[in-house]
């Protein structure tokens, strides 16, 4: 006999045996409603899996079961909140929508999705029930907590959360899950952005862990100001936030060598290391934040371990740069770009220093009453925009660089162009022109003075052959911020 017909005559039995013995008040109304919901559950869902049973793949028809599973235990959430807590019935009504959402969207997307793609209820148990992210672990390693996936589990939550809260009137509540969502959102694209990146990109999932839990334990830190009614914490644990991922930026884009997990800690100089910093400051955040919540601390000792967190938390960004082990260096007697580099970020991490510590000075001077709200406001949007914009000043010079391709310097050039040779005349049809673009491909960059000075012509000469070139795709004329123009290879 088929399956689904013995569960739909399972569920029968259910229902009729139910209803037999509350009507002979064998049982009384709670029972009986457990009972009659399982057994309608029973029947309908033999129902609507026997119709759907062979227009979907195996792996698509165990989440079609999810959703099942899902929507009557929001239906039994639903009933038993008439006998115990009325303000659960909203919970049960959204538990029952999302399961029929998440069944609505596996059934339209199952003929038009590709295998390699996947819905909403297969994306969450992948993440949190899912197989080793590497192909060739084959084993199956369930329970696997990362970052990213309580993520999605929060930002599920958030959801019952808001809708509860619209219904009960607390828009407070509202903006605060409406809130964790948002922040839930930006940390699982900051940690995809970090665990997804090639073996080339710097400590990337190193580092997009580390911040990932820092931006955790401030989505908690708010959830639980909240419930406190604590507004001041509130704003630290978004602060914490915006430096988390701050940090994250800076560090990835300053970080040049990759090295394992393992060497986080266990290095062979013993030097503290920037993630064991960051590590040790998150310890020391949630520490005195726990100790302030169980009433073990005042509020004046838990500014002090506060500052003592935030303080081990801007260490590693004080200087950019890893304690490394003393190596024999070449001194050079000129200043190369990589010194010019070097300057530019210390600048840029100074920067970002003051507005780190204004911020961090306000809210210190706030809780203590030396100054109000509205110089506290004052000054916490002069530091956190003096932070914003070095960074996004960092990461356009970062992806610029990025975009450009390996150039030799323009003195490397000069040098290279003094000591190359003319061919001989190979054939009769070879131009100065001809010349000028052999030039510029094998150079890369040639700045237009030094070609005026080798072809004996004067620089509007040489730029009116570039032009030329440059019309046909063959070299590109590139004006820089500082200096004359240049001649580069053409790029495809």
């Not at 039995?13 to 559950?41: C, N, R, W």
């Not at 019935?89 to 609505?104: A, N, P, R, T």
């Not at 509202?174 to 995809?192: H, S």
């Amino acid at each position: 006999m088929n399956k689904f017909v013995i569960l739909y005559w399972i569920g029968a039995v259910f229902l009729v045996i139910s209803s037999y013995l509350y009507q002979t008040s064998k049982i009384g109304l709670i029972p009986f409603g457990i009972l009659a919901i399982l057994g309608a559950d029973a029947m309908l869902t033999a129902v609507i899996d026997y119709h759907i049973r062979e227009r979907v793949s195996k792996r698509g028809f165990k989440h079609i079961l999810v959703s099942e599973i899902a929507f009557w235990i929001g239906l039994l959430v639903t009933f038993f909140a008439f006998f115990s807590d009325k303000r659960l019935i909203m919970l049960g009504i959204v538990i029952m929508l999302l399961s029929v959402f998440e069944f609505l969207v596996t059934q339209k997307r199952e003929n038009k999705t590709p295998k390699n793609k996947l819905n909403i209820t297969e994306a969450l148990l992948k993440e949190v029930l899912s197989k080793s992210a590497k192909k060739e672990h084959k084993k199956k390693s369930y329970l696997k907590i990362t970052p990213h996936k309580l993520y999605q589990v929060i930002w599920f939550l958030s959801i019952i959360l808001i809708i509860s809260a619209i219904v009960q009137n607390k828009w407070v509540t509202a903006f605060v899950g409406l809130a964790v969502m948002i922040l839930c959102t930006l940390g699982y694209k900051i940690t995809k952005f970090g665990t997804l990146k090639t073996e080339d990109t710097v400590k990337s999932k190193e580092l997009a862990a580390l911040y990932s839990i820092m931006w955790l334990a401030s989505i908690a830190l708010i959830v639980t100001a909240f419930i406190y009614e604590r507004i001041t914490i509130v704003v630290i644990g978004l602060l914490l936030i915006i430096l988390s991922t701050i940090g994250y930026k800076a560090t990835a884009v300053i970080e040049k060598k990759e090295r394992s997990i393992f060497n986080i800690i266990f290095v062979k100089d013993h030097h503290p290391r920037i993630e064991f910093m960051f590590i040790l400051a998150v310890i020391i955040l949630a520490l005195g934040f726990s100790l302030y919540v169980l009433k073990f601390v005042d509020l004046t000792a838990l500014s002090v371990i506060e500052l003592v967190g935030l303080i081990t938390l801007i260490i590693p960004l004080l200087s950019f740069k890893r304690w490394k082990v003393k190596e024999k260096k070449i001194i050079l007697k000129r200043i190369t770009p990589e010194e010019t580099r070097k300057k530019e970020l210390r600048m840029m991490s100074l920067f970002y220093v003051i507005g780190s510590i204004l911020v961090i000075a306000g809210f210190l001077l706030f809780n203590f009453k030396k100054i109000d709200f509205n110089v506290l406001a004052v000054i916490s949007i002069v530091g956190l925009a003096i932070v914003v914009i070095t960074n996004l000043y960092m990461h356009s010079r970062h992806k610029r660089n990025a975009a450009k391709e390996k150039l030799p310097s323009k003195e490397d050039s000069a040098v290279k162009l003094k000591k190359y040779h003319l061919r001989g005349n190979q054939s009769v049809s070879e131009t100065v022109l001809d010349e000028l673009v052999e030039l510029v491909n094998d150079l890369g960059v040639v700045r237009i003075k030094d070609l005026a000075a080798k072809f004996g012509v004067k620089e509007e000469t040489v730029e009116e052959w570039a032009k030329i070139l440059e019309q046909k795709k063959l070299v590109m004329i590139y004006y820089p911020a500082f200096g004359g123009a240049e001649l580069r290879k053409w790029k495809k």
